[in-house]
């Protein structure tokens, strides 16, 4: 509006176009570690991120890592602006990566028998745990033991993970091959002769009645049968 000093005024308007900034980054994140994450930044033309090490494609505007150490990203955005103009602008954002979780344990196998005690020794402060004993149990306890149904060949595993959700897995194969032993069997014999005894599968004998008996913790002693 202009106003001339005897007070004649004009008024003209005009449309003034005045570009908006739209570039974007994703904002910072914070995973496990060995956990693949995605990130990315938009409003450009084109893209350069930096550090590259590990990027899915550092001159894309939509990327991918597999998180092993805290990283601060930094993107350069090339941007053209409303009136033809090439802008750049640079961003940052980063990605904290949390301490490795690390799953294991230690078993101890009763050689009688198909019961196994299973012990935690996952470290990194682990809050959670859950077994698979390999034959389609399982259990949510840190330490644990689980007696088989027959002898067999399994694989256990173990899934220890914190508070904040972040795992890792081990397993080992536990191998029970049962408790096999044998005996001869009855024997008839003539009066005062001497019969030898078999026994197999064991690593201590204890034969009964003893007196007559050449050696009755051996496995395979001669007897002398009273007549």
Do not use: R
Not at 124 to 130: A, L, M, Q, S, V
Not at 206 to 217: G, H, R, T, V
């Amino acid at each position: 509006i202009s106003q001339t000093p005897e007070g004649c005024m004009d008024t003209i308007i005009k449309n003034i176009l005045i570009p908006v900034d739209t570039v974007y980054i994703d904002p910072p994140q914070t995973k496990c570690f060995d956990e693949k994450v995605f990130f990315g930044a938009a409003g450009g033309s084109s893209y350069n991120w930096q550090p590259t090490t590990g990027l899915s494609n550092p001159n894309s505007n939509y990327l991918s890592t597999t998180t092993t150490i805290s990283t601060i990203y930094t993107v350069t955005i090339t941007q053209t602006s409303l009136y033809g103009n090439t802008c750049i602008k640079t961003l940052t954002t980063s990605i904290t990566v949390l301490p490795k979780i690390t799953s294991a344990f230690n078993y101890t196998a009763d050689p009688c028998g198909n019961n196994v005690v299973f012990t935690d020794s996952s470290y990194t402060n682990p809050t959670n745990w859950e077994w698979n004993f390999g034959d389609s149990n399982n259990s949510l306890q840190q330490n644990t033991s689980h007696f088989y149904s027959s002898p067999g060949i399994y694989t256990v595993t173990l899934i220890s993970s914190n508070s904040i959700g972040c795992k890792d897995t081990s397993e080992q194969v536990v191998n029970l091959s049962g408790f096999v032993f044998s005996v001869n069997s009855p024997v008839t014999q003539c009066e005062q002769d001497t019969v030898q005894l078999f026994a197999s599968g064991g690593n201590y004998y204890l034969w009964q009645p003893s007196q007559y008996l050449s050696n009755p913790n051996v496995s395979n002693p001669l007897a002398f049968p009273p007549t």
